[in-house]
């Protein structure tokens, strides 16, 4: 099978969805199919490379608006490719446009990875279009049931819908360099609380920093780079945490399981219905840590499951994070049943089950397409 993947990014840009994108893309070609990604550049210049058995063409980039690249030559090489199948990821309304217009007729899949919270301004104008996409995909993929019931325009779809979680390795996570995780320990101390991610407006890593205000002696690691890192570094300092808050940057990907059981508490407080999913909850649950994450009508409280993996407390508020880490730091025994529990949980989660239902979502399109076109007949 010939496979195409469109979206704006792919690794080494970091993301929850570029690595999502990779590991199923990657994990497709192993299978013996064809895999290709179509991205932007992060230059003018276009480039094609094979990269883990995936021919990754990063088409050049011209400008960047509203966190938007704006490729004139990836609707080129959308138009010249013939996949059995195209695999859009949305948010990212050049790729959707240009399939829209150039890509007509062919079996089409997307996975829709979150509403578009932030970017109201252009969502007014980009609505009418974004119907028409979801309603001409054969199946739009949707990463957890809350999402389907919550989101306004997968609701007007339902009938297409398909819910097939995102997928991590989990045998990457399961262990870790005993002497690595005893050095971090050494290294920052303990209580130790973990938080990994892009560090972007809707990860509410200000909540964090201010439930630690009133957690003496806690420590807070945080992993990943991003435009907040200036402003929430700030606060920390502000917030008087300079000395328990660590700021460690990216971590390399073999190192980052390490950070994982290292830490006593995994947290996520995003406050923000742009966080979807929150697959770094399922990296955390496959070390066998507990997870404290917020309720925001979407897949992050059906992923970390309250009362059984973690916690799930409400979005933008610092006294409930800090009563719910307080309350799991204070329960040894607690934690441990949690934490074990997360870990049968994330078995759920493997990318190896994630290819096998998205190639099968495949095949149940082609199928389809192929009585309709045998019927026509």
Known sequence: MRILHVYKDYYPVLGGIENHIRLLAEGEAARGHRVAV?????????????????????????????????????PVYLARLRPDITHLHFPYPLGEMAHLLLGRGRPTVITYH?????????LRLYRP???????????IIATSPHYVASS???????DRCRVIPLGIDVRQFQHADPEAVQALRARFGGPLLLFVGRLRYYKGLSHL?????GLPGVRLIVVGEGPMRGTWEAESQALGLGD?????????????????????????PADQRSEAFGAVLLEAMASGRPVV??????????????GETGWVVPPGDPEALRAAIQHLLGDEALRQRLGEAACRWAQEFDVQVLVDRVL???????GARGRAGTEAQ
């Open 209 to 213: 920093l201010q439930a630690l205000q």
């Open 152 to 158: 306004p325009y997968l609701r007007e779809v339902a």
């Open 38 to 74: 179509l991205v932007t550049s992060l230059t003018p210049r276009t480039t094609v490379e094979d990269r883990g058995g995936v021919r990754v063409i990063k088409a050049g980039r011209a400008a960047t608006l509203s966190s938007t690249p704006i490729s004139l030559s990836l």
């Open 244 to 268: 328990r808050v660590y700021f460690v940057g990216e971590v390399p990907e073999e190192d980052l399981p390490a950070y994982y059981h290292a830490c006593d508490l995994f947290v996520l």
């Open 360 to 366: 099968a979502l495949y095949q149940e399109v082609l």
């Open 129 to 139: 279009f974004l119907r028409q996409v979801l309603r001409r995909a054969d199946r």
């Open 293 to 306: 994450s917020t309720e925001l009508g979407t897949g992050t409280s059906w992923v970390n499951r309250h």
């Open 114 to 122: 979150s509403d578009v919270v932030r970017q109201q301004g252009w």
